[in-house]
């Protein structure tokens, strides 16, 4: 697959349909807007940067400029964005060259941490993935720079969307009236319906249900039975005993087996994407903060799937899985795996397997999780106080603002992702495995936006995406639950006493998850593991997110 997308790269640059797409929107407006305001603010933030005097950057600029960056890639993309197509041609176009410093995503936040405390910043993180409570923490020392006023000045593409759309401008403003990273993000459905709703989809082999004689499961009794079935059946017809029944990846954002803590009423919620503040363990039940540790049904569901592990129907790598051993265990030249939890069935048994693995419906009674998924994050690009060329800066991330670039950005340029068609609009190719293709064909998700108003220029909705969303609204909305944890910005005190709490109280209780799930247990340690939680300050937790909460209800009602 990396010889293939190199190849098509290759053949990409010869195109300049990038810098077509780009427009003029690189170029900055010459503005003196005020800064920004937070919506029913009446003060300027303090802290806001200096109002621009001056015309902004002209593209391309005279002399080049360089800039260097740190970012996050999967770990299929090329190690030096400037391999990227996308890339190279923003360089002609605006003669800014980047020094990339790239880092693999499952290797990301620990390296950036090194970065900030050795003190050797790059000009800007692409993106910094920085958690509310790093965001204040860096902004408050000086380290990251606020940008109200460099987007006002120099952002023209990005200004206009936040103009246009207050709610995704309040998301990303700090309590301080502050902007210290850009959003990004794809708007695919909204509410229960949002594509990111429930990451975890529940598939299964309907071959092997078809050899066995089997039907498909309606409750986690029956499933369990199926499992079985697929352990001791010989589903696969080589005779060995190889078939792992239930494979998935523990603690993961998508493919966490926590979504079957439903069948008991209380689903578990394990999407933390480096961010303590996230909705880690969280429900929302009749306006109340619940934390699912403390719920019966959690303790349940944990003594139930313990038999399975006891039985070896779940398979012994979920709790170290990476992406390359996860997607290469429905691989195999012989199929071995029964079901999976995961995004999309593709990414782990390939475009052919996958016609016959199906999605199993949520069980009777279950209760389906509503994460708080998002189709927008305030863990975007940051600008450091290192950056000697801020408006240079901004003005080249502008770019990613302008839709046909960030779809580009996001998913992959016009040639290897995109056709363009005789109205100048970007359309979808067939792409083969478009989850695994995706990580080596975009240069990243972590800029960006691409809303529905985008969709006369860019059809970003891929196939798999439009049939996600449907099968999310056919199957699992009737069962979801009502109400979720939003993406709450809190205050800075919040944020001061999650940062103490949340991490050891999170860290403990998947320890002790894993440890009932592999080893059993949870009945005779229960109630000394309630007893830790209070000790451990879990009250003082959820009623700083009750407020957050609370605070967020009532400023819908205004």
């Known amino acids: 697959m990396k010889r293939k997308t190199l190849v098509v790269f290759m053949v990409v640059i010869l195109f300049a349909a990038v810098l077509a797409a780009c427009g003029n929107n690189a170029e900055p407006k010459n503005t003196n807007n005020a800064p920004a305001e937070e919506a029913g603010d009446s003060q300027t933030s303090a ?38 197509p996308v890339i190279q041609e923003l360089e002609k176009k605006t003669n800014v060259r980047i020094e990339w410093d790239t880092i693999v995503d499952t290797d990301y936040i620990e390296k950036r941490n090194l970065l900030l ?42 200004k ?27 708007e695919f459905g909204s509410g229960q319906e949002e594509i990111g709703a429930n990451p975890d989809f529940l598939y299964i082999n309907q071959e092997w249900l078809d050899k066995l004689n089997l039907k498909m499961p309606t409750t986690i009794d029956e499933y369990t039975a199926v499992l079985k079935a697929f352990k001791t059946g010989d589903p696969n017809g080589n ?28 689903p578990d919620k394990t999407y933390r994407p480096s961010n303590p503040t996230y909705i880690d363990h969280l ?60 995004w999309d069935k593709n990414d782990v048994v390939g475009p052919e397997r996958g016609e016959h693995w199906v999605l199993v419906p949520p069980f009777k009674d279950m209760v389906v999780k509503w994460n708080n998924g998002g189709g927008f994050g305030r863990d975007g690009v940051t600008i450091t106080k290192a950056n000697k060329n801020p408006e240079i800066t901004a003005a080249w991330l502008d770019s990613f603002y302008e839709p046909k670039m960030a779809a580009q950005t996001r998913f ?23 989850g695994e293709f995706r990580q080596s064909s975009a240069v990243t998700n972590g800029i960006g936006l691409l809303l529905y108003d985008n969709l006369d220029q860019v059809d970003y909705i891929e196939p798999r ?12 909305v009737p069962q979801m639950e009502k109400e979720k944890f939003p993406n709450i910005f809190f205050t800075e005190e919040e944020l001061k006493v999650i940062d103490r709490l949340k991490p050891d109280i999170s860290q403990y209780v ?16 229960w109630d000394d593991f309630q007893a830790t939680l209070k000790k451990m300050g879990i009250d003082e937790l959820l009623a700083v997110h009750q407020a957050g909460y609370d605070r967020y209800l009532a400023a819908q009602k205004k």
């Open 47 to 84: 802290n806001s940067t200096k109002e621009p005097a001056e015309p902004g950057p002209v593209f391309p600029l005279k002399e080049q400029v360089t800039l260097k960056a740190v970012a996050h890639r999967p770990p299929l993309a090329p190690s030096d964005f400037n391999e990227q």
């Open 117 to 158: 405390a050795s003190g050797s910043l790059p000009d800007f993180f692409f993106s910094g993935r920085f958690s509310d409570t790093e965001l204040v923490r860096y902004s408050q020392d000086g380290t990251l720079i606020p940008l109200n006023d460099l987007i006002d000045g120099y952002m023209p593409n990005l």
């Open 510 to 525: 998947n320890k002790m998850r894993a440890k009932w799930l592999l080893d059993g247990g949870v009945e005779q340690e």
């Open 412 to 434: 992959g340029p016009i040639g290897v992702w995109y056709d363009e068609d005789a109205s100048g609009k970007l359309v979808q190719k067939a792409v083969e495995n478009p």
């Open 283 to 342: 429900n929302v039940v009749d306006g109340k903060v619940q934390f699912a540790p403390q719920q019966e049904g959690f303790k349940q569901a944990v003594a139930y799937l313990n038999k399975w592990f006891e039985e070896g129907l779940v398979d012994m790598d979920a709790f170290t899985h990476d992406y390359d051993t996860f997607f290469a265990r429905g691989k195999t030249e012989v199929e071995t795996i029964g079901s999976l939890i995961w």
């Open 239 to 266: 005779g060995k005993a190889d078939e792992i029944p239930l494979t998935y990846i523990d603690n993961f954002w998508t493919g966490d087996i926590g979504v079957l803590f439903g069948a008991f009423g209380v």
């Open 160 to 186: 206009a969307i936040l103009d246009a759309r207050p709610d995704i401008k309040a998301s990303i403003t700090a309590p301080d009236g502050n902007i210290y990273s850009l959003p990004q993000g794809e």
């Open 465 to 476: 995406a439009a049939q996600r969303i449907k099968d999310s609204i056919n199957i699992y």
